[in-house]
T-cell receptor, first 112, second 114 residues
């Protein structure tokens, strides 16, 4: 089976940095995705990591350590519009149909 | 731009009713998925399909069935709706192959079963 853990909620101030951690236990790991989901809307793709290291994309970066079963999503220069839930999802090798398993999501609240 | 549409944004049904949720994607994707999303539980996979007429159970298939007669359309069926099926239902699609192909989500259907 798989176990994916991330904090339920985080609060940060506009302009600050927030780091959302995701730990996972799975056999046959084959990639980790981060999605952003605003309230009442569909999740949208943010990042994908399959090798160890940091992937940077503008204000957002995602890090992966396969040996530790650990990833984080880093949001820099926070803006009010970044208030959303952030979902961590893991894919396994030979998962038919590109099947993902999701964590419970982390709700981030950005305050002025 | 990939577009995934769902037939309804909000739906209210009574216990015991048969419910159909429709999902259509316009990008010729092989894979399609149905999830439900509940507070504190995240997205849980109900069923998925990797080809026309092909389906596989996800993590919580009980009480649900699916149909994929055409590549672009994936239907979720609640044969006899129950109150514990009140939830947000999200459809997604993705291209075939592996690597970094992500899933694209529809806007969701919020179902209330009374």
């Amino acid at each position: 089976g798989q176990n994916i853990d991330q904090p339920t909620e985080m609060t940060a101030t506009e302009g600050a940095i927030v780091q959302i951690n995701c730990t996972y236990q799975t056999s046959g790991f084959n990639g980790l995705f981060w999605y952003q989901q605003h309230a009442g809307e569909a999740p949208t793709f943010l990042s994908y990591n399959v090798l160890d290291g940091l992937e940077e994309k503008g204000r957002f970066s995602s890090f992966l350590s396969r040996s530790k079963g650990y990833s984080y999503l880093l949001l820099k220069e926070l803006q009010m519009k970044d208030s959303a839930s952030y979902l961590c999802a893991v894919r396994r090798i030979k998962a038919a149909g590109n099947k993902l398993t999701f964590g419970g999501g982390t709700r981030v609240l950005v305050k002025p | 731009d990939v577009k995934v549409t769902q037939s309804s944004r909000y739906l209210v049904k009574r216990t015991g009713e048969k419910v159909f949720l429709e999902c259509v994607q316009d990008m010729d994707h092989e894979n399609m998925f149905w999830y439900r999303q509940d507070p504190g539980l995240g997205l849980r996979l109900i069923y998925f399909s990797y080809d026309v007429k092909m389906k596989e159970k996800g993590d919580i298939p009980e009480g649900y069935s699916v149909s994929r007669e055409k590549k672009e359309r994936f239907s979720l069926i609640l044969e006899s709706a129950s109150t514990n099926q009140t939830s947000m239902y999200l459809c997604a699609s993705s291209p075939g192959g592996v690597d970094k192909e992500t899933q694209y989500f529809g806007p969701g259907t919020r179902l209330l079963v009374l």
